[in-house]
């Protein structure tokens, strides 16, 4: 932020004698950064405590001139106004010219009463007490237990990948909304997006609004994707045991919703990904990019053991340094885990799968069991094309960018 060059200088489009237009800004202290946005627009960046207080003087109606002037004065030094004001517009921090204060103010936050309601303390603790019972009755019912077998409720492999994907549709759904309304409670915003972890693709919620809220409020808007999960197995246990003894086909659909629920809520538990996980941890730590210094962490290790120089890791935030030498290590569990996941769910339902697709389109199978195959055959490769579509894209936009 402190720069030789001379308070004076020109910021394109601004008089440096005149008042910068802001927009509504909101600031978050933490240790010695203060992270500083506007709800108007849902963005947010972190300053160094004197870059915030110039920005603070600003806000206040103080011209850039004078609020140089008056950090010169308190701190001895100079600092680059201009670069400052320009760092703010390029943020959108500042109110474009001509528009009126009262018309970029932010509309009202839709959901918010839902958002309370779902998240009041009687509300949770209803959720502990069925997910409670749901665990006493897995325990008194073993057949309740989530398990790979589950999945096959029937013996047509595609309405069982079509049943469970059009089944996972709003339970995805379920897991952002909560996502959504946790945050919409304080007020926060929030964008549905379609993204991809790997070759998996996902739902994504966006609350950028977050990181200007204290951070013990943040927690439960992070957990709360993995708290419907929990949930939405708990109802659909119970549902099954309701069932169960009856022998309605709604057992069978339950048990393979609610075990498919589970390996999604497994998933979590892939730390190398910027899961739910991932980021409740990040925000507990205070980091900013653990990912990044984690990752180089453990390049770090294979450099050395290569013999190759190891890279600087001194253009990580502090707190991001300091936590990856132990999270790289938990990245390597996550990564011990996707393959005790692949070898225990991935490689046995596939090679059930494709064993007896195999069979019915070289064997006497019924015309019913072939077509069932090649619908099959085309689900995947429609999945598969999916992810390489969206891959592209992603390619794209980051050469754009």
Not at 69 to 81: K, L, P, Q, Y
Not at 160 to 187: S, T
């Amino acid at each position: 932020m402190h720069s030789p060059t001379d308070s004076g200088s020109t910021a394109p489009g601004f008089d440096l004698d005149q008042p910068v237009p802001l927009r509504r800004l909101v600031y978050l202290p933490e240790a010695d950064e203060v992270t500083i946005g506007s709800p108007e627009t849902d963005t947010y960046a972190v300053f160094p405590a004197d870059g915030a207080e110039l920005v603070r003087m600003l806000d206040e109606g103080l011209t850039p001139r004078e609020a140089a002037e008056n950090h010169r004065t308190a701190h001895g030094e100079s600092v680059d106004i201009a670069d400052l004001v320009e760092t703010l517009v390029d943020l959108d921090l500042v109110r474009p010219g001509g528009d009126d204060p009262a018309a970029g103010a932010a509309a009202p936050v839709r959901w918010q009463r839902l958002g309370r309601l779902v998240f009041s303390p009687p509300a949770l603790v209803g959720y502990a007490l069925v997910a409670a019972f749901a665990v006493a009755e897995m325990v008194r019912v073993p057949e309740l237990v989530p398990r790979i077998d589950n999945l096959f409720f029937s013996s047509s492999y595609t309405l069982v990948v079509l049943m469970l994907f059009i089944g996972q549709v709003p339970l995805l759904a379920l897991h952002e909304a909560f996502h959504a309304l946790a945050g919409r409670r304080l007020g926060l915003r929030s964008r549905l997006s379609i993204g991809r972890r790997l070759v998996y693709l996902v739902l994504e919620t966006s609350l950028d609004g977050l990181v200007g809220v204290p951070r013990r409020k943040r927690y439960l808007p992070i957990m709360a994707g993995m708290l419907a999960d929990a949930l939405v197995i708990a109802v659909l246990t119970l549902v099954a045991d309701a069932t169960l003894d009856a022998g309605e086909p709604a057992a069978s659909l339950c048990l393979a919703m609610a075990y498919a629920t589970a390996l999604r809520l497994a998933w979590q538990g892939f730390f190398y990904l910027r899961t739910d996980v991932y980021v409740l941890l990040s925000t507990v730590l205070g980091c900013v990019d653990l990912h990044a210094a984690a990752t180089d962490v453990l390049r770090n290790a294979v450099r050395r053991a290569t013999g190759r120089p190891p890279l600087d890791l001194s253009a990580h935030h502090p707190a991001d340094r300091r936590v990856a030498r132990w999270y790289a290590w938990l990245m390597l569990v996550g990564y011990a885990f996707t393959l005790t996941m692949f070898a225990g769910v991935v490689l046995p339902t596939a090679y059930r799968m494709l064993h007896d697709m195999w069979l019915r389109l070289t064997g006497q199978a019924s015309l019913a069991g072939r077509l069932d195959s090649l619908a099959l055959m085309l689900l995947s490769l429609g999945q598969t094309a999916a992810v390489v579509v969206l891959a592209a894209r992603e390619r794209r936009s980051s050469r754009s960018a």
